[in-house]
């Protein structure tokens, strides 16, 4: 069977893709251009960028007991020190769901690190968080920390093998 098109002329047998291939190569060029700017966003978004410790193997261990390094500790009643030092006592914010209730205790944190001699002598301090305190508190304080102009901050832990020891020990 023929079909008759209509018209008395040439059928149509291609199509002309020009304007599809001008459009694909401005898209290209388009996202070559914001693809790292996209990058760099997502980088800002960031608000803690430390390099964290690898507790197997690290060469770089401490005993907290016989270091002359500070170390912010953060005891299981959200009491923040160094040393003896008592910087703040957020132990009454401890209950509760809203996120801004750290605020507080994370600004005056950033302060007196910020006025801590010693702290900018050494440009290093070391964090020893216990284990029960909330996440977003842990993070919180990272963050001061960095705010405060401390780029280099490690964090205590346990190594594995001590933790390997006491439960053979709780076994006996």
Sequence with gaps: MAMNTGGGGSELSEINVTPLVDVMLVLLVIFMV??????????DKRKVDLDL??????????NPEDTDKLILEVDRDL???????????????????DPQRFEACFTTVEKKLVNNQKLKEQGEL????DTEIPYGFVVGTMARIKQAGINKLGMVTNPEYLQQEAAEEADK
């Design 34 to 43: 914001t693809a790292p700017m996209i990058e760099q966003e997502e980088k």
């Design 53 to 62: 410790p690898v507790t197997r193997d690290n060469p770089n261990r401490i």
């Design 79 to 97: 009491k923040v020190r160094i040393g003896e030092e008592l910087l703040v006592d957020c132990g009454d914010k401890k209950e509760g769901s």
């Design 126 to 129: 070391y964090l020893l968080a």
